[in-house]
């Protein structure tokens, strides 16, 4: 299958800075990719969705200021998590497909762990 | 709104014996159903789909999966289990554009024991 790459993999930052989390889709042209939270021992949570050069798609209760979502291109989407407090440690996970209107499979990253102290 | 319910949290089983993952879906029309498996530090990895046709899907590593409408259940088969195949398991409704939005489970923790 297609290959989705994210970095850090793990961040630890002081609360109250900023952090950057990079999606990469590596070997195909990632049309959608999708931002999702997972707590721990908890299931993947969708945060929101975002197509290629448009604004982001926020699911409800997602903060978009907080979580600032750029897609710029076709393999890349990073997801900034501005002013972190230890309440937004969680497991970051990106997720990203080729196409728009028919079924096509979401190819997923390996995860960044974010620990806000 | 739809929901996706796992009712196991974990599960063990010996290595060799089989498998059953239970899965429950609330939705008011029949959904694209998935099943992920997630192993430590590695993203999730698609084990087989639900759209239409066959109830009874065949998926990557021995895994099938089959659809009970009467039931809203799509639960997660395999005949023989390998050590290996201890993970995370998540059940995914696909709503929206042609299932693209998924709605995960809560996943069951699969532990295999020797």
């Known amino acids: 299958g297609a290959v989705v790459s994210q970095h850090p993999s793990r961040v630890i930052c002081k609360s109250g800075t900023s952090v950057k989390i990079e999606c990469r889709s590596l070997?195909?042209?990632?049309?959608?990719m999708f931002w999702y939270r997972q707590f721990p021992k908890q299931s993947l949570m969708l945060m929101a969705t975002s197509n290629e050069g448009s604004k982001a798609t926020y699911e409800q209760g997602v903060e978009k200021d907080k979580f600032l979502i750029n897609h710029a291109s076709l393999t890349l989407s990073t997801l900034t998590v501005t002013s972190a407090h230890p309440e937004d440690s969680s497991f970051y996970i990106c997720?990203?497909?080729?196409?728009?209107?028919?079924?096509?499979?979401?190819?997923f990253g390996p995860g960044t762990r974010l620990t806000v102290l | 709104a739809q929901s996706v319910t796992q009712p196991d949290i974990h599960i063990t089983v010996s290595e060799g014996a089989s498998l059953e993952l239970r899965c429950n879906y609330s939705?008011?029309?029949?959904?694209?159903l998935f099943w992920y498996v997630q192993s430590p530090g590695q993203g999730l990895q698609l084990l087989l789909k639900y759209f239409s046709g066959d109830t009874l899907v065949q998926g990557i590593k021995g895994f099938e999966a089959e659809f009970k409408r009467s039931q809203s259940s799509f639960n997660l088969r395999k005949p023989s289990v390998h050590w290996s195949d201890a993970a995370e398991y998540f059940c995914a409704v696909g709503l929206g554009n042609a299932g693209n939005m998924l709605t995960f489970g809560g996943g069951t923790r699969l532990m295999v024991k020797p």
């Open positions: 939705y008011g029309a029949t959904p694209y």
């Open positions: 070997d195909f042209q990632a049309t959608t």
């Open positions: 997720s990203a497909r080729p196409g728009t209107v028919t079924y096509n499979e979401q190819f």
